[in-house]
């Protein structure tokens, strides 16, 4: 139980610095490291690294956004076996339909409530 | 370009400035992603255990999980605490999901001002927009290609 | 009249006859807070919208500069102001209200000093008696308008300056007045100087060649030394523009360590986490010199100084097109007579 939770906190916390290396080093923008990270997560996902990486660190590579290019990635794998042609539309935005319908109903809840502040 | 002034080429002031300007504090930066990042995902971890122990299929238990995270970002940043922690935190708060749906709810309630169409509804996806539009278009590349292979075999 | 290369001298040196600075909580707090007639605490103003509180903060500092002088509106024959906004939308919905005759300026944050030269020139050439000299900026309606949303998580460079909240007024008389106070006696309106810099997060090293420009131009066209001033002040370049100025002048055989000083270093406690290099925005000379310098000239403890206000003229657009970040400098010699 603590091992896994360990993995988990391992990976993710690496993934996360690779992010801050490239904040800190290239004077990438935070919108651009995570257009990098979402298009990295299908790649490796497609030629099979993400996958190892997915089973040892489990939420570590799931959560950051490479994860949801790693869900994006299966998706439409899985989807190509099943249906052929018209997987290659469905398959990626199937699988993450949850994260991104959540991502637009809690967002518009919030902003409904929120006023902007200083920070 | 240059200045009739200045005994520097272009190239020369921007390599002059380099030295010159204060670094981010990197090795600090990097400790703090890693473990505000770490502890994110642990607790993505924990909601996805809770879940199966409540006998739920592991794969809905990391769409749930996903679902927490990204209420759990909008909620932080709806109660201004995202961006004080982001201060902080740096990529540890961008590259998680949570990091996600903070770069969607902070331009909804900036926007706001501008009405809920154009304002609220046009900008939403001002920074999140280009992931999804990446990840999208990379996973159709992506089943095109696997969608050859299996036709080729 | 014009002497040397672009300075202009004032014959009647008109005179500044009050100044009035309006600024935000975090701008209070700091070490000048003491210095700034109005000081709100609410980023928002009691507004709906952070540019309508950015005008709001005009307001109150244009409102301000009237009722310490007793005038009315219609006492001021015309006002040269200026914003960072889009179409300088905080000057121009705060003086629909005010109904006088209006020139909007857009020199970035080098407009409060473009805003004092073309008074003064208006008062030097007698178009009129009293011209008022504004501009303002605000954090959050710039963080809008150039950088991310104030919500979004991101962590700044520590090359990054903060911009002020607020604004400065200062109100332009002729000689004839009988008050003594301070007067604007060369006025050196900057060129562009653009070194190549792109990076949004380094307006101090974008800006600061163009200080030097403007300064050493000055020097040479008035004759003076640096030692003539007991301050050199520039606007915002904060901590690294500060060094490149000074090294960039020690470079040309100028010495102006010793008199230099920088609004954007001395308006936030640099100490605290998020200052970053200091202060930026039109507002960070506007309030500065007129909530602190202007007093310090007028209880004597400064008799000369120059003030340099530098802008960065680039835009979102701009900067997405990959240009880099043109800079201007103006500046403008403020003494107290013998």
Redesign the interface.
């Known amino acids: 139980m603590i091992i896994e939770y360990l993995k988990v906190f391992i990976t993710g916390g690496i993934i996360c610095s690779i992010g801050q290396i490239l904040i800190d080093k290239t004077k990438l923008t935070p919108a651009r490291i995570l257009v990098i990270f979402v298009t990295l997560g299908v790649i490796f996902t497609a030629i099979g690294v993400y996958k190892p990486l997915v089973d040892y660190g489990k939420a570590g590579a799931t959560v950051p956004i490479s994860g949801f290019g790693y869900a994006l990635a299966n998706g439409v794998i899985e989807e190509v076996k099943d249906k052929g042609f018209i997987g290659i539309f469905t398959g990626g935005v199937k699988a993450t339909s949850a994260g991104i319908a959540a991502a637009i109903a809690f967002g518009y809840l919030a902003a409904l409530f929120a006023k902007p502040k200083i920070k | 370009?240059?200045?009739d002034?200045?005994?520097?080429t272009?190239?020369e002031?921007?390599e002059?400035?380099e030295s010159?300007?204060?670094?981010?504090p990197?090795i600090k930066?990097?400790f703090l992603?890693?473990?505000?990042?770490?502890?994110?995902?642990?607790i993505?971890?924990?909601i996805?255990n809770l879940c199966i122990n409540y006998g739920i299929e592991s794969k809905d238990a990391?769409?749930i999980?996903?679902?927490s995270?990204?209420?759990l970002g909008?909620?932080l940043?709806?109660?201004?605490l995202?961006?004080?922690?982001?201060?902080y935190?740096?990529?540890?708060?961008?590259?998680?999901?949570t990091?996600?749906?903070?770069?969607?709810?902070?331009?909804?309630?900036?926007?706001?001002?501008e009405g809920f169409v154009l304002g609220?509804g046009a900008n939403?996806f001002?920074?999140?927009g280009?992931?999804?539009v990446?990840?999208?278009l990379?996973?159709?590349i992506?089943?095109?290609?696997?969608?050859l292979m299996?036709l080729v075999r | 009249m014009k002497i040397g290369k672009q300075t202009l001298k004032l014959e009647s040196t008109p005179k500044i006859l009050e100044t009035s600075a309006a600024v935000g909580p975090k701008e209070s707090d700091g070490p000048l807070g003491i210095y700034f007639d109005i000081k709100c605490s609410d980023v928002f103003y009691g507004e709906k919208t952070f540019e309508k509180a950015e005008s709001k903060y005009m307001k109150a500092a244009i409102d301000n500069l009237l009722y310490k002088l007793n005038l009315q509106n219609d006492n001021i024959d015309y006002i040269f102001a200026g914003d960072l906004l889009n179409q300088c939308i905080a000057s121009g919905y705060c003086i629909r209200d005010l109904n006088i005759p209006f020139f909007g300026l857009y020199g970035a944050c080098s407009t409060f000093v473009e805003s004092i030269i073309l008074s003064s020139l208006f008062i030097n050439a007698g178009y009129g008696t009293k011209v008022i000299a504004s501009a303002s900026s605000h954090f959050c309606s710039a963080e809008r308008q150039f950088r991310m949303p104030l919500e979004h998580g991101n962590q700044k460079p520590p090359t990054a300056q903060s911009t002020v909240t607020g604004c400065g007024a200062a109100l332009l008389v002729p000689h004839t007045f009988e008050k003594k106070v301070p007067v604007v006696t060369y006025v050196t309106p900057g060129k562009i100087v653009d070194m190549g810099i792109k990076d949004m997060n380094n307006m101090g090293a974008a800006m600061a060649p163009a200080a030097f420009d403007t300064i050493i131009t000055h020097l040479k066209d008035t004759e003076r030394k640096p030692e003539y001033y007991d301050a050199i002040i520039t606007g915002d370049l904060g901590v690294e523009g500060t060094d490149i100025l000074i090294d960039l002048c020690k470079d040309y055989g100028v010495d102006i360590s010793k008199v230099h000083r920088d609004c954007g270093k001395e308006i936030y406690d640099l100490t605290k986490r998020d200052m970053n290099a200091g202060g930026s925005g039109c507002a960070c000379m506007a309030s500065v010199f007129s909530g602190y310098f202007y007093q310090e000239l007028k209880e004597k403890r400064l008799n000369r100084v120059l003030i340099v206000a530098t802008g960065a003229l680039m835009s979102p657009i701009s900067i997405g097109q990959g240009e880099s970040i043109p800079s201007i400098a103006h500046a403008a010699a403020i003494e107290n007579e013998v």
């Open positions: 370009m240059e200045n002034k200045i005994k520097m272009v190239k002031y921007s002059y400035v010159k300007s204060a670094k981010s990197i930066n990097i992603a890693f473990i505000s990042g770490g502890l994110i995902c642990v993505g971890q924990i996805t990391i769409i999980s996903t679902i995270l990204i209420f909008a909620f940043t709806a109660v201004n995202y961006s004080k922690i982001g201060k935190a740096g990529a540890g708060s961008v590259v998680p999901i990091g996600f749906s903070n770069s969607i709810v902070a331009p909804a309630i900036e926007y706001k001002s609220l939403m001002k920074i999140a280009p992931v999804l990446y990840g999208i990379t996973s159709v992506v089943g095109f290609v696997y969608w299996l």
